[in-house]
């Protein structure tokens, strides 16, 4: 896939080297966010392969999402000519009040 870098240069982007399957859940390389008026237990579900977020109005921030336990990637001088690509889909009309994070290191959000 071609992308033009911030000085207008195209390059293009490898295939993803991770896609997440939730088919058994959030297994081992994510933990839950619920914070600031989000709640995993309430909002979150797992449907058809896919994490469903719907938080409804009114909670806050309604940040409820999911959190990678350890670092998803290493960031290297590499990315300057061959930048990275997170990508990460949502249905619109399932989704609200969705949030990841990604770190160099791990805080637990609960």
Known sequence: MPVK???GALFSIAQPTMVEDFQNGLANRWDPVA???????????FEGGKLVVNVPEGNSWRKTGIQSKQPIFTVERSFEAQPGLILIQTDPKLTTGFVVTLASDRMLLA
């Open 5 to 7: 870098s911030l000085s």
């Open 35 to 45: 914070v600031v008026g989000g709640d995993f237990g309430r909002f979150a579900r």
